[in-house]
Structures are given as structure tokens and as C-alpha cells.
């Protein structure tokens, strides 16, 4: 045998050797990493459902035939409460159970962000250090814990950004353009709100089409991307009337959530780790511009392989770039314009799920070494100093306004002192009141009383919503009934000052149909507060 092949036989075996090493180290990261966000996702998933985690309950809690119609009601898909009920229907319903697909998914968002990193050609400590960022990111941790399909959202982000990759890399060919289309249409059909993804992965898609060399271009037919969007849009046909209700139902929510001003600070606050690090990141790479060797190219490649990976990291760059960007700034810009004025966080989740991957994909094109581990210093010790995840290790819980409703204790008081048959009036503060007094119905009606049919029981009481607070517009059906009683419940939630407003209210217009107030008892519970009335018609 010659020397040379002897060389390449060398070099092959030497090269199959180190793929084997790179696979192994991907398996065991993957797995330590899941270990260690499922134990920090699992911490203290028993405290009480918050109003929209009853709203899962109440949903999952219903026959299957009866599944969609409810998610529809809250403006949901019915992709992962599908997923919820079949687990409950074989683990029981309970906090934890409620809560375990968004644990799952958090999970996989953490792991996913390691694997998606390497296979992109980021190396082991840009990886890792991403990935013990999302860790102890605290909007991934708060979704990961909530009964709510967000966390699904974000892990669905990833997988779907995945799938467009892997697209673009085959130009847009049958199968891929097919798998693209189908992920999308069911992610659409777990939020609407993943159309900000759909958008940026387009953009990305023609504008790394348009960087391609002539050579390339025409293995890239634009038909291939046409072919799958209009797949996408044909299977998401079922769920554009529920769209158009999203968008009739914004011009309720304006005035009930903050302004965006606000919100948008605390989202900015939410990413101080990622922004440092990319501010360092970016530092570094100016130093390298601006000093001596700045003539010198960014990035040098010493092997064919170092160039391959380039290749590869270069549309994941794009890709996860316009995801971050896109959804904040298309919000953000309608907002400002007067188009949409509702901006709240949770509609950025998918954005929210790309940060830590363009983070690690731009800091994998860095110009140096030092550069990378400078920023993957700071993105780490960035998320472990930071308050509010280190908080849930002291308190038990994250701080969280959502986290303070004590739903479980209120309705425990009320299913022990209550009579049956008792009239219960529920303020819960849901914005559907308003379109409940335009249209009522009684399939909104139930939807308004979902707290009181969730995962805790009243016990046999008679349910009326009270919407808006309002005690006029309690039907007279009721009134005549209370009439009868001797006493009554109001179920209030909010703030302390809220109950009181309510009540006082309530005890006005009872007195102006002739129903004196002799006596009112007040339990006041987290953000939820118990009012018994005695009546003396």
C-alpha cells in the first residue's frame, strides 16, 4: 500500500473517530441537560392553578366532542389541550398533571437549543453555555411550569426552525417542503401566534436564497417555498374563523392589559443575561475590526471541515436571527401605529424561543476564541445572578403575580361553608364579559363560570357571572331567586380594592330593589377574596 493512501486511510478512520466522540458528547450533554432542567422545571408544581390554568382544566375536564368548542372560547388551538387530556385521562387531574406537558416541553426548549446549536456548528462552549442559560432563563422557566401552551409553543419554535433548515439546505424539495407545511399547521393550530414564526422563516428563506452563488440559484426554485406556504395555508383553513375572532376580540382587551411602553421594559429586563453578553460579543468582534489586523478576514478556516460547518451555521444565523427580530418588531411597530393596541408578552414566546439560539449562533462567528468564551462567560453568569429564578429556590415558587392566586384555597372555603343551592356571583375579570353582555349565550356563559368547573370543586352552588362588576346586570331571573335566599357568595378576583368596589356595588343596587344588606363576611385569600352576604328581602 502506498503512503498516501496509508495517509487517507489514517485520516478516515481518524475522522470517524472524532464524528463518533461528537455524537457521544451530543448524547451524554443532552441527557445531563435534561436532568438538570427537568429538576429545576419540577420544583414546586403543586401550588394553585391561576385563572387561565383553570381555563385548561375546565377544558380538559369536558368530553372530548366538547374539546374544540372550548379551546375556541379562550382563543386557543386544540393541539395541546388534546395532549393535556389525553395525559390527565390517564394520570388523573391535578396540578401536576395539568402542568407536565409544559415540564416535557420546557425540557426539550433547553435540550433543543444544545442540539440545534452543534448540529449548526457552534462549538461545545458556545453550546453548553447557551443552553445553561435557557436553563435559568426566568420567562423559559415560568412557562415551563404553567398549565398553558406556551412552553409547547416554544419547543414547537425550535423544532419548526429545525425543519426550515433542513429545507433550505435541500432547496425547498418535496418532502421537506411537506414536513415544513405540516409542523406548521399544527404549531398554528396550538397558537395563532406562531404566524410571527412562519413570516420570519419566510424572510429568512428568501433572503439566504438571494446570497446563494449563481451556481446554486437554480437548484433553488422558488416554486418549492411557494408550493409549501400554500400547503400550509390550505391544512390551516379550519382555523382562520378562529383567527378572525382573535382580531374581533383585541378591541375588547385594549385598556385591560398594560401599555406596551410598560411591557415592553419588562421584557427588556427579562433579557438582561442575552443582551450583555451580546453586547460583550459584539465588543469583542469591534476590537478585532478595529485594531492592527483588520484587513485580515473574520473568519479563517484552517480545514474542510471548519468550512462545511461555516456553511451550515451561515442559514441558522439568518434563520434564528429573523426569528428573534421579526415578532418584537412587527408588535412592537403595530402598537405604535394604532393597528393593534394590545402588546403582551406571551405573544412574543415564540420570538422568546429563538434568543439563546441566534445568541449562540452569532457568537459561533465570532472571530476568536477568547471572543466566544468572553461571551459565554457573561451569558452564564449573567442568568445565574439573576433575581427571579434564584428567588424560586428560597421562596419556592417564581416570582410571579399569577403564582399569588389562590384558587384552590378560596374554592376549598367556599365548598364548606356554602348551602347548596346557594347563588354564587363570580367576578373573575375575564374580558369575553363584555361580549357576553353584546351577544350572551350559554356557551360563553359557561366559559365565564370555567374557575368555578376546573380542577376545584364548590361544591352543588348555583353559579351566575357578574359581569364587569357590575350588579346590574345580574338577570332578574336571579334576583327573584336571591330573593328566597338568606344569604349569597361573591367570588372576586383582584386586588383587595377591586372586592371592595364590587361589593359595594352590589349591595347599592340591592338596596335599590328593595334587598337590605344585614351582615357581610370578608376571607381574603391570594388575590382572590370570599364575600357572604346575609339578605333580608
Known amino acids: 500500500m502506498r503512503h498516501a493512501d496509508l495517509l487517507n486511510s489514517g485520516s478516515e478512520v481518524q475522522s470517524d473517530l472524532q464524528n463518533s466522540r461528537n455524537r457521544l458528547g451530543l448524547l451524554w450533554g443532552s441527557l445531563a441537560l435534561a436532568a438538570i432542567a427537568l429538576v429545576l422545571r419540577a420544583w414546586g408544581l403543586d401550588h394553585s392553578l391561576w385563572l387561565d390554568e383553570l381555563h385548561t382544566a375546565w377544558v380538559v375536564r369536558g368530553p372530548w366532542s366538547e374539546l374544540i368548542n372550548r379551546c375556541q372560547l379562550g382563543n386557543h388551538g386544540p393541539v395541546y389541550f388534546a395532549a393535556v387530556k389525553c395525559l390527565t385521562d390517564a394520570w388523573g387531574l391535578g396540578e401536576t398533571s395539568l402542568r407536565a406537558v409544559s415540564v416535557a416541553a420546557g425540557v426539550g426548549v433547553v435540550v433543543g437549543v444544545f442540539v440545534l446549536l452543534r448540529v449548526w456548528g457552534a462549538g461545545w462552549g458556545v453550546a453548553t453555555a447557551a443552553a445553561v442559560a435557557c436553563l435559568w432563563d426566568p420567562q423559559l422557566q415560568w412557562f415551563a411550569q404553567e398549565a398553558r401552551p406556551y412552553a409547547a409553543l416554544q419547543l414547537g419554535t425550535l423544532i419548526h426552525m429545525a425543519l426550515t433548515h433542513w429545507a433550505i439546505r435541500r432547496r425547498w424539495s418535496w418532502w421537506p417542503g411537506v414536513l415544513w407545511a405540516i409542523a406548521g399547521a399544527t404549531l398554528l393550530a396550538t397558537h395563532l ?40 395555508a390550505l391544512m390551516s383553513v379550519p382555523w382562520w374563523p378562529l383567527a378572525t375572532q382573535v382580531v374581533q376580540h383585541r378591541q375588547m382587551w385594549q385598556g385591560v392589559f398594560p401599555p406596551w411602553p410598560q411591557v415592553f421594559q419588562k421584557m427588556l429586563g427579562g433579557a438582561v443575561p442575552w443582551i450583555v453578553a451580546l453586547a460583550a460579543g459584539g465588543a469583542a468582534w469591534a476590537l478585532v475590526r478595529l485594531g492592527p489586523n483588520s484587513r485580515l478576514p473574520v473568519f479563517q478556516f484552517n480545514s474542510i471541515r471548519a468550512i462545511k460547518a461555516q456553511a451550515v451555521a451561515w442559514p441558522g444565523v439568518v434563520l434564528a436571527t429573523c426569528t428573534l427580530a421579526l415578532g418584537p418588531v412587527a408588535a412592537w411597530g403595530l402598537t405604535v401605529l394604532g393597528w393593534a393596541n394590545v402588546f403582551f408578552p406571551r405573544y412574543l414566546t415564540p420570538a422568546h424561543a429563538a434568543v439563546a439560539l441566534a445568541w449562540g449562533a452569532w457568537c459561533s462567528r465570532l472571530p476568536s476564541r477568547k471572543a466566544q468564551a468572553l461571551a459565554c462567560a457573561t451569558a452564564v453568569l449573567g442568568a445565574l445572578m439573576w433575581w427571579p429564578t434564584s428567588k424560586m429556590f428560597l421562596t419556592g415558587r417564581l416570582d410571579r403575580w399569577h403564582f399569588s392566586e389562590d384558587w384552590a384555597s378560596a374554592l376549598a372555603h367556599l365548598q364548606r361553608h356554602a348551602q347548596p343551592n346557594q347563588v354564587v356571583l363570580l367576578a373573575p375579570g375575564l374580558v369575553e364579559e363584555r361580549l357576553y353582555l ?12 370555567f374557575p368555578l368547573h376546573g380542577l376545584y370543586d364548590p361544591g352543588p352552588v348555583l353559579a351566575e357571572p357578574l359581569p364587569l362588576g357590575q350588579a346590574r346586570f345580574i338577570p332578574a331571573s336571579t334576583w327573584r331567586h336571591l330573593r328566597r335566599q338568606r344569604e349569597c357568595w361573591l367570588v372576586v378576583r383582584g386586588t383587595p380594592n377591586r372586592a371592595t368596589q364590587i361589593h359595594n356595588n352590589f349591595v347599592r343596587e340591592a338596596t335599590r330593589r328593595n334587598i337590605n344588606i344585614s351582615r357581610s363576611q370578608k376571607w381574603q385569600f391570594s388575590r382572590i377574596t370570599l364575600w357572604r352576604i346575609n339578605l333580608n328581602p
Request: positive net charge; proline residues 10%; charged residues 15%.
Open 438 to 449: 353584546r351577544r350572551p349565550s350559554l356557551p360563553l356563559k359557561r366559559y365565564l363560570l
Open 193 to 232: 401566534v406562531f404566524v410571527q414564526v412562519l413570516v420570519a422563516e419566510v424572510v429568512a428563506a428568501l433572503l439566504i436564497a438571494q446570497k446563494l452563488p449563481p451556481s446554486h440559484t437554480s437548484r433553488f426554485p422558488s416554486w418549492g417555498l411557494s408550493r409549501a406556504v400554500a400547503l400550509l
